[in-house]
């Protein structure tokens, strides 16, 4: 009985302080609490007070101010300033700067749902939606990325007046200066569309609407400054760059060794007070074209000219130049890999410029790196994400196409498994960085400069974008490692370096930026507690340290006992208001890996302090943890503003699986390696109590996505939303449209074409080439005429889909490719091997398949076939191929998918109907006219064979080759006349048979 009841009273106690953890009551609140709690337990049980005891002496400490700052306050404080190294002004200001958004929800451990479903989904407005359809489609039409790459170097001429007269460099400019003031989704999209069709074009556009004097002028600028440049830089008068980093400064951008002195000088004819000047800046965008040139430096003061003689040195300061100042050099290029876009240098020698140069003013001297860092998050959150999906979602496309198109032992390749693993991949990872482009603008719309969250995007965009073009590489294999004007991966293959590398290495952005400044951002009492160490009032900030330390440890101790009860129950069923059954359990995950990030994080900082700056790997997986949490409810967010279809739950689920499983993986290897062990057992057990306990997608939803990314339409429609994304286009003769109008023709006559191929795989026709397989289903009435120029007019486009490029010798000179299954080719691809094993078949008595068509063709009389070639065929025959208003519609007309899948509705076709449309009776005579003429040439090498001997062969089949080469020029049946070196049967033999089944005897 005694053990029972003290049982009984431990477990009182321990429910008793973990619901004080869960409630978060204040410390006050917390410690009466227990005082009375133990009172209870010991009159349950005197021996509870083993654990009663030590727990009432704890709370009595926290009650007597004196005495808790004596033992736990100042010991604290002391410890944590030494550990601590010291923070100059320029990373106080890097870590101050920018503000925080959803992703503070997040490391926070208790994400407020009702606040994410009330944030606005992003959408265009009517103008920007214009925008799109019209100047940007205009402009994209006029972009070829070959030719800009590989010949002018440099966009054209008029790409360059386009882009300056519409506004695309004054996207984020104001109206009252005359910029178009879109919001941070529509440059996103704007951007986006510019690099599917040309990454230099788009990175031309996105710098000055990024990191670029725009954006410093219109939130730092005087009114002066605005006035003076911002209508310029919004009709594209004025180019501008911007010069940070240099040739010993990269990824610390902070140690720029530019320099600005305070001194008098002469400007415009007068002494004025300002800055001599001297720096050298690399890797600058724009700068060979560029107007006017924003400089980063460290301004110092030595003899006081500012007034304040001991303040000399400000910090990192902004100034704005005209590039023709004096003194200034622009013009050298650099040549960056994968795009030529404008790149290169600006050095100045002792330039004296007056000090309103200053963006702001002299007020805002030293306050540059502020201003940078929060401006470099525009271009982290919108430019380099935007082209991050553009390329993943312009590959998805293209390899989704080329998949299904390509065919290998038999079957399409994206049918593998082992390209479906690649392939699904490549289709959760798209489907990821539409969802995150769409909740990371969201939060730029509603203003402010959320620097973690666009760090985040900037990282996790640009290296996923790699990830999709790198198994876009694998998948498409050759096709894709020939360079040329037909490689539609090569482009963005080759800029995957430009953005990994620009506006903050990935490595550090990962190791260092995204956990260092969302611990300092996020946290709800960091921040302030590391200002406190720092503080030269020691004594004043004690007291203040001695309130926020137990606020702190008060939110340690919740996120805990919430992690603890997660591990066990799962996490808290909190989600927004629209969750359905297929989301619910995700917003329950989050809610537990959000609870166990926020107790390991502050872990981690308790334990290791300044330490934790050098740990780069665990900082690194720090990141991933918080990153993947915004992203999975970036996905749950654009999941449920879109169609929820079938497919697009596909899509969501292998993403949101991939990305808890990675948040899992980090916490497991961030556990494995850091140093205090017994600190990462007891959290590991706190947060994962039953261990591992997601999986990365299975085998078998990797196969039903890989099925799907090779769907269109209703099937998937997810890719039909891809194309408003991207400039879309089924042009047979464009990079991009050239794969995609052979997907979307096979798409049209898919149901013949696998029919055809099944049969020729189970080798149900004689020949030994697709156009003798085709000439024989048609003998055989296994297909319509239709059907088989159908076939051949597929054949070709598929072909030439999968055609690369060759060059001359050099390397300089792009060659024609000619497609020997083009239509007007298709007849010399065909051969004699069937009739050859006929004959032989006959002379050795061995009964074949064509007998009975033979004999039932022999019925047919000469009376017949006179009536058959009344009239001409073809487009002197008045009835051919007229279009209403008298036109001829040629072949080369009735391309289109929607004509070629008219032509290919066999279930319901009706020949007696079929055979009074002109349409069909051009392709009749079309295939006919050019399949007659070639076994006509046959049909006489079988009948000379036996007078013919080896040796004359070579020139007898020298006479047949320029025959068919003259069958290709007869354009018309205004030309009849058959070679001069070939006899012409007898019209009343009516064994002989073309492709098509005529009578010989055909006037073709």
């Known amino acids: 009985m005694a053990i029972g009841l003290f049982i009984l009273a431990v477990i009182i106690q321990l429910a008793m302080v973990l619901a004080i953890f869960l409630l978060s009551l204040s410390r006050v609140t917390g410690s009466i609490t227990v005082l009375v709690t133990v009172v209870i337990t010991a009159v349950i049980s005197p021996w509870s007070l083993i654990l009663g005891l030590p727990m009432a002496l704890l709370c009595l400490v926290l009650l007597i101010s004196s005495v808790r700052q004596s033992l736990i306050t100042k010991p604290v404080y002391k410890a944590l300033g030494g550990a601590m190294p010291s923070m100059s002004d320029t990373e106080r200001e890097a870590l101050d700067a920018g503000t925080s958004w959803w992703e503070k929800e997040l490391f926070m451990g208790a994400p407020n749902w009702d606040t994410f479903a009330n944030y606005p989904y992003p959408q265009l407005s009517e103008e920007e939606q214009s925008f799109i359809d019209n100047e940007v489609e205009v402009l994209c039409g006029m972009l070829d990325e070959w030719k800009i790459q590989h010949e002018d170097k440099d966009l054209s001429p008029e790409a360059w007046q386009f882009i300056k007269a519409n506004g695309f460099l004054g996207l984020i400019i104001p109206k009252e200066f005359g910029g178009l003031d879109f919001s941070s989704y529509a440059q996103s999209r704007i951007m986006s569309k510019i690099a599917s ?65 305070v001194c008098y000088g002469m400007h415009e004819g007068a002494q004025v007070l300002g800055l001599r000047m001297n720096f050298s800046k690399r890797w600058i965008t724009l700068a060979p074209v560029a107007t006017v040139v924003g400089l980063a430096f460290k301004m110092h003061d030595p003899e006081g000219l500012l007034g304040d003689p001991k303040k000399t040195d400000y910090g990192i300061t902004c100034a704005l130049v005209p590039a023709n100042h004096e003194g200034v050099v622009t013009g050298p290029r650099h040549n960056p890999i994968g795009s030529p876009f404008m790149n290169g240098t600006v050095d100045g020698k002792d330039v004296f410029i007056p000090l309103d140069y200053i963006i702001g003013g002299v007020e805002n001297a030293g306050r540059g790196w ?82 973690v969250m666009t760090a985040m995007a900037k990282y996790y965009a640009t290296e996923t974008m790699r990830s999709v073009i790198n198994d876009g590489m694998d998948v498409v294999g050759g096709r894709a490692v020939q360079m040329g004007p037909r490689n539609f991966l090569a482009t963005p293959y080759q800029a995957i370096p430009v953005s990994i590398t620009v506006e903050g290495a990935n490595i550090l952005t990962r190791s260092l930026m995204i956990f260092g400044q969302g611990a300092m951002r996020c946290h709800p009492y960091l921040f302030d507690e590391l200002q406190l160490l720092q503080s030269e009032d020691k004594e004043a900030a004690t007291k203040e340290f001695d309130v926020l330390f137990f606020k702190h440890l008060g939110y340690t101790f919740n996120r805990g006992a919430k992690a603890f009860i997660a591990g066990y129950v ?47 790997m665990l900082s690194g997986r720090l990141s991933d943890i918080h990153s993947h949490l915004f992203i999975a409810t970036a996905i749950l967010q654009f999941y449920e503003h879109g169609s929820k279809s079938a497919s697009e739950r596909l899509h969501a689920e292998v993403a949101l699986q991939n990305s808890l499983y990675t948040i899992q993986e980090a916490f497991v290897s961030f556990f494995a390696n850091f140093p205090n062990r017994l600190a990462a057992n007891v959290v590991s057990f706190v947060t994962f109590p039953s261990g591992r306990i997601f999986t990365p997608p299975s085998d078998e939803l990797k196969r039903q996505l890989g099925d799907t990314f090779m769907d269109d339409f209703a099937a998937n429609p997810f ?105 007007d080719n ?60 008298g036109d001829v519609e040629m072949v080369a007309e009735q391309d289109t998918v929607e004509e070629v899948q008219a032509q290919t509705d066999f279930e319901d076709s ?29 049909k006489y090498n079988a009948e000379n064979s036996d007078s ?57």
């Open 197 to 261: 069709r040309s990454p230099t074009a788009a990175v031309t556009c996105m710098v000055p609407n990024s990191l670029g004097p725009g954006e410093l002028l219109m939130h730092y600028g005087t009114d002066a400054q605005k006035q003076r440049w911002l209508p310029g830089l919004a009709k594209g008068d004025e180019v501008p760059c911007f010069g940070l980093t240099g040739p010993e400064a990269g990824s610390d951008a902070g140690a720029i060794p530019d320099t600005g002195v």
């Open 370 to 451: 502020r201003m940078l860092m929060e401006c470099l998050g525009v271009g982290r959150g919108i430019s380099l994400p935007a082209l991050s999906t553009s390329a993943s979602e312009m590959t998805y496309l293209s390899v989704g196409a080329f998949a299904k198109v390509r065919e290998q032992f038999k079957i399409s390749v994206g049918k593998f498994e082992g390209v479906q693993d690649a392939t699904s991949r490549m289709a959760s990872n798209t489907y990821m960085l539409e969802a995150f482009r769409h909740l990371v603008t969201c939060g730029l719309n509603q203003g402010g400069t959320p620097s």
């Open 570 to 616: 799962g996490g808290s069923n909190n989600a927004p208001s629209f969750a359905d059954s297929f989301t619910r359990p995700y917003y329950k995950h989050i809610n537990r890996l959000s609870a166990g990030f926020a107790l390991t994080a502050d872990m981690a900082l308790g334990l290791l302090a300044g330490d934790l700056k050098r740990k780069e």
């Open 719 to 823: 890719r039909d939303y891809l194309k408003t994304m991207v400039y879309y286009n089924t042009d047979a003769d464009d990079v991009t449209g050239r794969m995609e109008h052979a997907y979307q023709t096979l798409t049209s006559i898919e149901p013949l074409w696998q029919k055809f191929k099944k049969a020729e795989h189970q080798d149900s026709f004689e020949g030994l080439t697709f156009e003798d397989h085709v000439v024989h289903a048609s003998q055989n009435e296994d297909i319509t005429e239709e059907e088989a120029e159908v076939l051949i007019q597929y054949n070709a486009i598929r072909f030439d889909s999968l055609l690369t490029d060759v060059f001359d010798e050099h390397l300089s000179q792009v060659q024609e490719r000619a497609n020997p299954h083009s239509l």
């Open 826 to 885: 298709a007849v010399q691809q065909l051969t004699d091997y069937a009739e050859l094993k006929s004959a032989a078949q006959a002379r050795n008595g061995i009964a074949t398949d064509s007998d009975a068509l033979d004999d039932d063709l022999n019925t047919f009389t000469d009376a017949d076939v006179s009536t058959s070639t009344d009239k001409p065929t073809g487009d002197a025959n008045p009835d051919h191929g007229y279009e209403v208003d």
């Open 910 to 938: 009706d020949p007696e109907t079929e055979a009074l449309d002109p349409r069909y009776r051009d392709a009749e005579s079309h295939l006919s006219e050019r399949m007659s003429n070639n076994h006509r040439l046959n």
């Open 948 to 1004: 013919v001997d080896s040796a004359d062969k070579p020139d007898h089949f020298d006479v047949v080759n320029d025959s068919v080469q003259k069958s290709n020029n007869l354009d018309s049946i205004e030309n009849p006349q058959v070679e001069d070196n070939v006899e012409k049967p007898s019209s009343s033999d009516s064994k002989w048979r073309d492709g098509l089944r005529r009578d010989e005897s055909d006037n073709v």
